[in-house]
């Protein structure tokens, strides 16, 4: 591309901020856009917030104006953020992601926060099972909250489970990774107990995607996201018979929910002979069911 052709009006960081918020702020709103710029500075240039407010008269180059450019045609194509940069944050865990594998949500950052403090995971001996771990982002916080324990991993996709592996590296966590259906009959671990079995499964009706935004829609991998509108539970009917037979019996057993299905899961949990309990997420929806 001929770089003359950009529509910044300079290589001035001033510039560059103003034409994301001309572009951007009417599909993604001004606060939200502001962020987007901040990450960006710091992952094209290094620089945090308060160099870039303070360098706003200064100029960049233009191999570095061109990837700001290529940003913000991503970003009117509601490309996420996070692909853009290629991570993100979760749990002071830096999480490599791409279509293979979902962005962590912060609603998931919530529900491992709250198990963070559990003093029964430090114990010697402890084992973590995460059922669908797609990026590893929820075992490698727990790994990194619980260096002690054994956690092992399970997803079906082969690229999830590459990403997860170099997530896992990055983050210096020593995890093990299985590949794996856990749908299918012939799942099981020979021998094991774990204390804590934990899954983010895929959980959304097919019936919901028309209330789901473009930038979920078109990036994220639908085989993380949607289950059959006939069928909605099935990876908790699976997850609860994995638990029946793996969880220890002090153990719990953690899965993220679809926030309209919480007394569906209840009820299948209590069937299984499980007591669970629904926790709300920081938007105050039906977000994980613990049961033990
Ligand atoms: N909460 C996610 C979303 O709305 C879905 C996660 C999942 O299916 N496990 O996009």
Same mark, same amino acid.
């Given at each position: 591309m001929n770089t003359r052709n950009l529509r910044f009006r300079s290589n001035r960081v001033r510039d560059i901020m103003s034409l994301f918020h001309e572009e951007l702020d009417g599909l993604y709103g001004s606060g939200e856009v502001g962020v987007y710029v901040d990450m960006l500075f710091e992952a094209f240039l290094g620089w945090d917030k308060v160099r870039l407010l303070t360098s706003k008269e200064?100029?960049?180059d233009q191999s570095d104006l061109l990837r700001f450019h290529w940003a913000l045609e991503d970003l009117k194509h509601y490309r996420p953020i996070q692909h853009i940069i290629g991570h993100t944050d979760f749990c002071g865990c830096r999480i490599e992601v791409g279509p293979d594998v979902l962005i962590p949500r912060p609603e998931t %950052?919530?529900?491992v926060n709250s198990l963070i403090s559990s003093p029964s995971l430090h114990e010697e001996g402890s084992k973590i099972l995460?059922?669908?771990t797609?990026?590893?982002c929820i075992d490698i916080a727990l790994k990194k909250a619980f260096p002690q324990a054994e956690v092992i991993a399970v997803d079906i996709? %082969?690229?999830a489970l590459a990403i997860a592996r170099r997530n896992a590296a990055i983050n210096d966590t020593e995890i093990t990774f299985l590949q794996a259906d856990v749908l299918s009959e012939t799942f099981h671990f020979p021998l094991s107990t774990f204390h804590l079995i934990i899954s983010n499964p895929p959980y959304v009706r097919e019936c919901e995607r028309?209330?789901?935004?473009?930038n979920v829609l078109d990036f994220d991998p639908a085989l993380a996201l949607f289950v059959p509108d006939d069928d909605p539970l099935r990876f908790y009917h699976a997850i609860?018979?994995?638990a029946k037979k793996h969880l220890a019996k002090d153990g719990l057993m953690v899965t993220e929910i679809n926030e309209s299905l919480a007394d569906e899961v209840c009820t299948l949990f209590r069937e299984q002979g499980f007591s669970p309990t629904v926790h709300t997420d920081f938007r105050g929806k039906n977000r994980w069911v613990t049961a033990n």
């Open positions: 200064q100029t960049i %950052e919530e529900l995460d059922l669908c797609g990026s590893g996709s %082969e690229n028309a209330q789901m935004q473009r609860a018979a994995i």
